[in-house]
């Protein structure tokens, strides 16, 4: 199985480690929206969250960093929504592992464990944040930060990012955000991103949220060729 082909909502799961992949929960966006107000952020992050995990059964569940919105100490409300993210992988008897992000400063005085700056997967897979480049080499790399989204047939769409060539000259999967309040970085707008897992814009295939994992839905990633073959037919 190819690194971009199991992609349930906005997560990544990888069969030969048994590990599902979430990055950028940016818990505690959701306060500062006006949509924050209508939707429970905690439910929806949790929801989303199991229907993930009832679809892949992992053994692992990786927290790509910034599981935090605030770069300083969190709220009592959000530490104890991170809390509950972290119980709900348990309580479906999988293994919660935290990634420092950039936002996640205070992530290791709430966080039930260790909080690691890259973890190596049973597969050979690295999964860091991405806002800067591990020191640690892998046999491919999954990441997140980016929040990468693309404007497709006049609508904005969350994308997971895929280079079989990326980071190191490796397999490289950048994912969206796990957080439904994060502002998504139109990459068709961009000549260079703000990664150093990305080296090369152009050559990403931009994979298509089309569905969000719940219980309701049906989640399917919709993958385009290269940004390079794209960039004619969509307006910048």
Known sequence: ?????????????????????VADPHVGRGAATNAGL???????LLDR???????????????AGDLCHRFGAPSDRSAGTV??????VRARGARPVAVAGNHDGGLPEIWPGPVQDAVRLDDGTLVCHGHEGPDEEGDRYVCGHLHPAIEIEGRKRDCFLYDPAGYRGRPTLTLPA?????AGLRIERRNAVD???????????????TAESTADDDPETLWFPPLADLRPHLRR
């Open 38 to 44: 209508l939707l429970n952020e905690r439910r929806d």
């Open 49 to 63: 969250l199991a229907a993930a995990m009832d679809a892949t059964t992992p053994e692992t569940v990786v927290f």
């Open 195 to 209: 990664s150093p897992l990305v080296p090369d814009i152009d050559a990403v295939r931009p994979g298509v949220v």
């Open 1 to 21: 199985m190819a690194l971009h082909d199991a992609t349930p909502g906005r997560a990544a799961f990888l069969p030969a480690a048994s590990a599902l992949v």
């Open 83 to 88: 809390r509950a993210l972290a119980g709900a």
């Open 178 to 182: 796990f957080s439904t309040f994060a």
